[in-house]
């Protein structure tokens, strides 16, 4: 196993070499943290590091303006490496945390290597999960919202949406096709509704088969209202805003089921549609879940008043993953953007007062304001106290997050978007960037590795014509177990076990193959009685071959492995 390369030392107060402080996550929480931490950084004070599965930030307020088409994708993200440009940036999966060793476990993009990077302070910005494994069907149709591709995703699904209807003879299929469900009355769920509203309704002006009063989109809250962040008052002005606009509104109603035609809810009727954007769902980040540390009702660890991990010295925390209190209320601080923010620049102040052994301060986070966008032209605030609604709230709501933007650049081209939307139509161009073929053809050269022992599942093979040789490594030598020729198969155990693959693949003769992407194939093998049968026999006999009788044993030794190599 490899590496990764960053200063190293036992003794840090008596190394030259400076702290390691490490930011997992590049969020508000982590980004903003890491901008306070800069200067430090230049003048060599601290060894800064970020580590996040994507290189860039994300704007997460705007998102729901992206679904409408306000907002170009592009312009809601900016590199971490340009804004943090001092940090020594990882774009890798975090596979686990070692406090007791002070190790952060990563993995890179397509490469089968553990990675190991030590650190002196620990920030976690992790953010939180969506779980929407205990409702059936919910997570197999139904659009998530929480990241640029959902956004991306949802917008061009509502394009082909439109392109199906004006085309859908059939009154009813029509019906479920204009449909459009929003699970989830929070911030989420009402900016998605109301950009989702907006943006149809006008596309649906460029299609002559398809009438505007055709367009229905139904909120569902399990509560008693809708927006319980906000006051009474404000949450039924909100409701009021939407209703007006054509959206139907149901309270104190739960999503149960859900299949691609459909929406069950708990009453037990149902809502035919073609989509379901599933705004609920919350939790804690899986990541944080073996931490050894205090946690709130919710699961989630718990940071004292200085935002340190409470019982883990120069462990941190900033976002949504953890429970942060509040010195100025009982309560805890929300889950928004704007707390986010002030945390980290608090953090940042914390962090560089203990390496220089000076006193922290205590976090204090007085709400300054809530916005929630209501569609065009309308929303809902309350600000230092006041509450303001309609065209003012909205206004005051892009203005402040547009200040919020990290960058120039990225503000006058939100601005540039605004600007262009209220003289021209909003785009209904829908962009397929799906690859032209999931299932594909390759072809090997004879001596060629196909895949190595240890490398992750990619893909499902099958032999169109040629022979390959299974090879296993195993105690510093490697064994020849088996031969496999044309109409063979490979590569399934790994996938199904969810695994890295338990022998190297070569090419013995030139050989064709046919590729399964790892998605379809598992879809496939979860769907049908028969794939699994024969799976199951032929994975038997290869287990046998590699003396392993317990499929389990291959996970287990994967989770062994990275606990023994953090051991080096």
């Not at 549609?273 to 073996?290: D, M």
């Not at 590569?491 to 193959?513: F, N, P, Q």
């Not at 317990?550 to 190599?565: G, T, V, Y």
Request: aromatic fraction near 8%.
């Amino acid at each position: 196993m490899a590496f990764a390369t960053e200063p190293a030392s036992k003794n840090r107060p008596n190394c030259s070499s400076p702290p390691r402080v490490v930011i997992l996550g590049g969020g508000y929480g982590g980004v903003y943290t890491a901008l306070g931490l800069q200067k430090a950084a230049r003048n060599g004070l601290i060894h800064l590091s970020i580590i996040s599965r994507e290189n860039f930030f994300l704007a997460q307020p705007m998102l729901a303006e992206v679904v409408s088409g306000s907002i170009e994708p592009p312009h809601i993200i900016s590199p971490i490496r340009r804004l943090c440009p001092k940090s020594n940036f990882h774009q890798a999966e975090i596979e686990d945390i070692d406090l007791d060793k002070r190790l952060v476990v990563v993995r890179y993009r397509e490469q089968p290597d553990f990675h190991y990077i030590p650190f002196d302070h620990l920030v976690l910005a992790v953010g939180s999960s969506t779980d929407l494994s205990g409702t059936p069907g919910v997570a197999a149709h139904s659009f998530s919202f929480k990241t640029l591709g959902d956004a991306i995703a949802l917008r061009s699904h509502l394009i082909s949406i439109l392109e199906k209807a004006d085309v859908e003879p059939d009154a009813n299929r029509k019906n479920s096709l204009l449909t459009f469900v929003v699970a989830g009355g929070g911030y989420t769920g009402v900016e998605v509704s109301a950009e989702i509203n907006d943006f149809v309704k006008e596309a649906s002006q460029s299609y002559q088969h398809i009438e505007q009063t055709e367009v229905n989109v139904v909120l569902l809250q399990g509560s008693s209202r809708i927006l319980p962040e906000l006051d009474a008052e404000s949450a039924d002005f909100s409701q009021r805003v939407l209703e007006r606009k054509g959206i139907e509104v149901r309270l104190d109603t739960r999503v149960t089921g859900a299949t691609s035609e459909s929406v069950t809810l708990k009453n037990g009727s149902n809502i035919s549609t073609r989509t379901l954007v599933a705004a609920i769902g919350s939790v804690g980040n899986p990541l944080l879940e073996k931490l050894s540390c205090e946690r709130d009702l919710r699961g989630r660890p718990v940071v004292d008043s200085n935002l340190m991990l409470v019982g883990n010295p120069n462990v941190w925390a900033v976002g949504d993953c953890v429970a942060i209190p509040n010195a100025v209320s009982d309560q805890p601080c929300p889950p928004t953007a704007q707390c986010a923010i002030r945390a980290g620049k608090h953090l940042s102040k914390n962090i560089l007062a203990t390496i220089a052994d000076q006193s922290v301060k205590s976090f204090a986070y007085k709400d300054r304001g809530v916005f929630v966008p209501l569609g065009r032209f309308s929303g809902a605030a309350r600000i230092m106290g006041f509450k303001v609604s309609g065209f003012w709230a909205w206004w005051m709501y892009r203005t402040f997050f547009l200040l919020q933007l990290p960058r120039l650049k990225r503000k006058i081209q939100v601005l540039i978007d605004w600007s262009l939307e209220l003289v021209f139509p909003r785009d209904i161009v829908n962009l397929d960037i799906t690859k032209s073929h999931q299932t594909t053809q390759s072809h090997y050269d004879p001596g060629q590795i196909i895949f190595s022992q240890g490398d992750l599942a990619q893909g499902f093979f099958i032999i169109l014509d040629g022979r390959v040789e299974v090879i296993r490594e195993k105690d510093g030598g490697s064994i020849s177990i088996a031969t496999l020729s044309t109409g063979d198969y490979f590569g399934e155990m790994s996938l199904l076990y969810g695994v890295r693959h338990t022998a190297t693949i070569k090419a013995i003769t030139a050989v064709d193959v046919v590729i399964m992407n790892a998605n379809d194939f598992t879809m496939l093998a979860s769907s049908s009685s028969d794939f699994r049968k024969l799976f199951s026999k032929a994975m038997t006999e290869r287990l046998s071959g590699l003396g392993i009788e317990n499929p389990n044993e291959i996970s287990q030794s994967e989770h062994e492995q990275i606990n023994d190599n953090g051991k080096s």
